[in-house]
């Protein structure tokens, strides 16, 4: 059974929506007592209602359920909705779901505004805590991972600097292993020393990073790298595979339309660095993003993406990622004081609890009722509100929705410390 049909399913069974449509007069009063009664707070009863009202009524007539409408108002509708929706969002991007076959183009939706602008704001703060009670926890993490790395590729935008720098927090140093680039391909190789070198023929080599590089037969090399190309040829914290030769194999693409978007420069320094903005927490959870990441399509003034032009998983099999997946306490965390750990599901954030960061959010599903894991959790973030109070934040924080003109979606519980 597919994904559509499930919904249809849903909505079949539901004695609420049938008794709402028969109610209705039209499909506008429809709209306005579903989003009263909080209808469109299950993300798939939204993405089935919010299509063109064409296909929505003629799906609805196929399993029994008509409303009394006629072309004029389902124009009104139409064009009522793009109004408010261009007003308050008209700074975001456009979307559509792909695997519900939703072939026009809408304006964002405000609880996915909501969420991308909450993972934006984490990113900003130097220490904070988000417990957050949802009708769903996959979608908004994927929506929150999205902020995350938008506010992360906005701050290396504004640098404007014209190399990379070793910069605050980024622990690299003696001894850590990175792949160097030669004539010959990557190479592993094993850094000796950063430091200035006083016979540089110009300030802006320094500092060098030294490298002692693997050569055929055990045998190895040293390099000095000037800082104008560690860019090109070093990679952080990087994912190869390793071959009979000192030569390694290491895939360091990234998509097309975040070259466009971020510029060749920025993507060198992204593919250097090889920095993880999250730690992604839970068990399952890379499968249950998979399931759903190709359903959004979105579209701003540079052409189409999707999110996998921005979500870079540690599993993906490239060597730059940016999202470091953790679904054990055998995975190792990426540790750096901009890092943010998302646990998703109350389970993670019991048993995992030892990933947490200076920044934390916590996502749970209403709707998996795993009662003594959740009231555990709640008794836990109970506690650590009455530690580490701090009123600012959540005052901070509603400032910085009202200012981007988006609210806290209906029938969410946020608590910010």
Known sequence: MGYKTN????????????????QSKDLDSFFKEAE????????????FFYRPPS?????????????NVNNNTIKTINNEQELIIEEE????TEYRI?????????????WMAFFIKLGEFVRKQSNINVYINYIDDVIPTLFISLGVIYAALSELSNENKEVVEIEDGLEVGPGDEVAYLDGNGWRRATII????????YSERFNPYIRLQVERAKG??????????????KIRMSANYKKTSGSVVRLNDDLSENLIKRCGNDICEKLKFYNEKYINLIGSGIEKNIEEIIDFFKFRDKYGEYTMKDYIYFSERGLNYSNVNIIKSDKFEPYNSEEVVSVFVGSSSALNLNQYKTLKNIYIINRKRLNLLNNEVLETQVSQ??????????????????????????????????
């Open 36 to 47: 009263k009664i909080g209808l469109f707070n299950d993300f798939s009863l939204l993405t």
């Open 193 to 200: 020393a950063i430091e200035k070198d006083d016979n540089a």
């Open 55 to 67: 296909i929505v009524i003629d799906e609805l007539l196929s399993m029994g359920m008509q409303f």
């Open 384 to 417: 650590e509100m009455v530690n580490q109070k701090n009123d600012k934040l959540y005052s901070e924080l509603q400032i910085f929705l009202e200012n981007h003109g988006v609210k806290v979606p209906k029938g969410c519980e946020l608590i910010v410390y």
């Open 7 to 22: 919904i249809m399913e849903k909505i079949r069974k539901n004695k609420e929506i049938k008794q709402l449509i028969n």
């Open 219 to 232: 045998n190895g090399t040293l390099e000095s790298v000037p800082r104008t190309l560690w860019s090109k």
């Open 98 to 110: 792909i695997n519900m076959m939703r072939t026009e183009w809408a304006q964002i939706e405000s």
């Open 89 to 92: 969002y008209s700074n975001l």
